[in-house]
């Protein structure tokens, strides 16, 4: 048992990001995809369903599409993997307390995700990394 602990403990963060950056954009990039597939639907619903407080149904809709067609593909190629993460768990929080407030089970798993990209990034097989590399510094910051 120990020793599958051990094993378990030596996986590396970035064979661990991959996936994770992986589900929250697919997450994103779907709702995207609905939006998109029928607008005046996409309207109706943020006009009669989400209601989000400050901005205008038609201009909460189009912001939301907006970030969820840019963060997915930022998020899959690893690039600005912190700032987006940072952003989709903002509009994750407007989501949960605003629209949808009994779908915290699955809201809290798009943070538990998000939360480790934040904290700790991308990981290697990212173009955060390669251009760390590139024009140095740490992606920690040291």
């Given at each position: 048992?120990?020793?599958a602990i051990?094993?378990?403990?030596?996986?590396?963060?970035?064979?661990?990001?991959?996936?994770?950056?992986?589900?929250?954009?697919?997450?994103f990039?779907?709702?995207a995809?609905?939006?998109?597939?029928?607008?005046?639907?996409?309207?109706?619903?943020?006009?009669e369903?989400?209601?989000v407080p400050?901005?205008?149904?038609?201009?909460?809709?189009?912001i939301?599409?907006?970030?969820?067609?840019?963060?997915?593909?930022?998020?899959?190629l690893?690039?600005?993997?912190?700032?987006v993460?940072l952003?989709l768990?903002?509009?994750?929080?407007?989501?949960?307390?605003?629209?949808?407030?009994l779908?915290?089970?699955?809201?809290?798993?798009?943070?538990?995700?998000?939360?480790?990209?934040?904290?700790?990034?991308?990981?290697?097989w990212s173009?955060?990394?390669?251009l760390y590399k590139?024009?140095?510094g740490?992606?920690?910051?040291?």
């Amino acid at each position: 048992m120990l020793r599958a602990i051990a094993w378990l403990e030596r996986v590396p963060h970035t064979l661990l990001a991959l996936p994770l950056r992986l589900a929250v954009a697919t997450v994103f990039w779907n709702s995207a995809m609905t939006k998109l597939a029928d607008w005046n639907a996409a309207l109706e619903l943020f006009r009669e369903e989400y209601r989000v407080p400050l901005f205008p149904p038609e201009i909460a809709a189009y912001i939301a599409v907006s970030i969820e067609l840019t963060a997915p593909v930022l998020l899959v190629l690893g690039l600005a993997t912190r700032p987006v993460a940072l952003v989709l768990l903002g509009m994750t929080a407007v989501i949960e307390v605003f629209v949808y407030p009994l779908a915290w089970p699955t809201h809290i798993q798009w943070a538990a995700m998000l939360l480790v990209l934040l904290c700790r990034g991308a990981g290697n097989w990212s173009l955060d990394h390669l251009l760390y590399k590139r024009f140095g510094g740490s992606p920690n910051g040291r």
